[in-house]
């Protein structure tokens, strides 16, 4: 069953610390994209990656980077969590042409 | 800035009858557009795609695109409680291949 999958379904982190999302999907999708999904703001693109090695900034990079290193796995880093980076991550990647296919969301709460 | 909206909900319709959701959206150029449910507490699932105008069917649900309207609509035949989710509409701006814009979603509740 091809999919999409995250590192953590619930995190707990402290302002200041580092925190590591993983995303791996075994579709063999040149495309990989980070959102964020709060309420009444919607889904917010991050970052996205249509190549190995390759990023682009999404609406609110602020505060973020990502690593793709493999083409299977994209990782969104938080620097120095804040308190308002808490929400729910959601990985995705789609082929070429098609939609993107979503992950099951890490709920980020940050302290 | 390149919008996407959707008709602002929630949508109520009894069951047995027909669900209508309608996304605009701005950007002319877009070639590729998608309809998602999401249900609470989980992540959005791809359930339509279209590419060109017309309509598309997949079981109870059909996608219609008018590119020159800038509009595209899911209708849900025969409603049932399981279709009670928020949609959200996507579409491919394509800036870098594929970038995709999302509107906020319509809350759909299906009465039994």
């Known amino acids: 069953d091809v999919k999409v999958t995250q590192s953590s379904r619930y995190l707990v982190k402290r302002t200041g610390e580092k925190v590591f999302l993983e995303c791996v999907q075994d579709?063999?999708?040149?495309?990989m994209f980070w959102y964020r999904q709060d309420p009444g703001l919607g889904l917010r693109l991050i970052y996205f990656s249509y190549d190995v090695k390759m990023k682009e900034k999404g609406d609110i990079p602020e505060g973020y980077s990502v690593s793709r290193e493999k083409k299977e796995r994209f990782s969104l880093i938080l620097e120095s969590a804040s308190t308002n980076q808490t929400s729910m991550y959601l990985c995705a990647s789609s082929p070429s042409s098609g939609g993107p296919l979503f992950g099951p969301g890490t709920r980020l709460t940050v302290l | 800035q390149k919008e996407v909206e959707q008709n602002s909900g929630p949508l109520s319709v009894p069951e047995g009858a027909i669900a209508s959701l309608n996304c605009t959206y701005s950007d002319r150029v877009s070639q590729s557009f998608f309809w998602y449910r999401q249900y609470s507490g989980k992540s959005p699932e791809l359930i339509m795609s279209?590419?060109?105008?017309g309509d598309k069917e997949d079981g109870r649900f059909t996608a219609q695109l008018n590119k020159a309207s800038q509009y595209v609509s899911l209708l849900i035949r025969d409603s049932q409680p399981s279709d009670s989710a928020t949609y959200l509409c996507?579409?491919?701006?394509?800036?870098?291949?594929?970038?995709?814009?999302f509107g906020p979603g319509t809350r759909l509740s299906v009465l039994p």
């Open positions: 579709m063999d999708h040149e495309n």
């Open positions: 279209i590419y060109s105008n």
């Open positions: 996507a579409v491919n701006i394509g800036n870098y291949g594929q970038n995709f814009v």
